[in-house]
């Protein structure tokens, strides 16, 4: 037995140019991404069991599965509800696996994971993701295969943590081209009504977060050149960004408000691009429904935003 692993997992260093990336076996995480020698993403130590979701890879589906119920196919299924304090199965069934290594180079690796049948979700899919640093940033894909004998409900996206600098997300400026937003309820964060932005939601120009809280999906988005990006940009003009393509038209906000823990609250910025908002396995909307033998692929890019530019 190996001793010698960290608590996160096996560390795949990437280099490339001005960018350097590290990623976590466990999760397939994005332990720590860093440009010109800042980082643009929360980090954790690699001796450290890793901090909620951070940087992690959620598949078969991000977000929450309201009461970890729902029914696909005629039959009702049950998932463990792994968001007790809410009562919802959260964020899929590989953030937690420890991911197989298929190659590593100096820029890029490739990992790979099963689903394996289980409660709550009797289907297999095999799951393979690469992450690979250009001049453009990191570059992160995910493709997933149905190796399972019937349909299975699908969605995925990632779970980086943006900084601009070391103060709050108060004194950041956020861009987030989304003209409609997902409300919730205040409590569980249940999915409720869709609403144009107004207010606290309206990011399209360059706005100071200040204040405002947010722990909601958007959809709607802008795209220039068939993608998309939101980003945040400090007080001295860096930042980093997240672009994603047509294939994911939701993307998750949250400004990390963690009551009880003020020392972590407020200091970075969660940006998720999915496929499908939160509780689409009994919404419906956007799921993706892959057959036997179907395969469904995604990409989205984090890279920094820098005075240079």
Known sequence: MDHTIPLSGRQHLLRHGDYTAVVASVGASLRELRYAGRH????????????????????????????????????????????????????GLLAWDEWETV?????????????????????????????SLDDDGLTTTVTSVNTGPD?????????????????????WTLTLPADTVLEVTEDRLIPTTLAAVTGDFDFRSPTRIGTAFLDHAFTDVGYADDLATVSVIGPDGNGAAVSFGRDLPWVQVHTSDLPGNPQESRGSLAVEPMTCPPDAFNSGTNLLVL??????????????IHQAS
């Not at 349909?151 to 004194?171: C, F, I, K, S, T």
């Not at 990409?299 to 920094?304: F, G, L, M, Q, T």
């Open 40 to 91: 643009l993403t929360r980090h954790y130590d690699a001796d450290e069991i890793r901090p909620q979701y951070r940087g992690a890879l959620l598949v078969p589906w991000p977000n929450r599965v309201v009461d970890g119920t729902y029914d696909f196919n005629g039959t009702t299924h049950q998932l463990s509800l792994t968001e007790p304090e809410r009562g919802h199965a959260l964020h």
């Open 103 to 131: 190659e590593h180079s100096e820029a890029w690796v490739r990992l790979r994971a099963t689903v394996v049948p289980q409660k709550g979700y009797p289907f297999r899919l095999a799951v393979e993701v690469q992450y």
């Open 151 to 171: 349909a299975a409900p699908y969605g995925v996206g990632p779970h980086p943590y943006l900084v601009a600098g070391d103060g709050p997300v108060d004194e």
């Open 291 to 304: 057959v036997p033998g179907d395969s469904h692929s995604t990409r989205w890019i984090v890279h920094a």
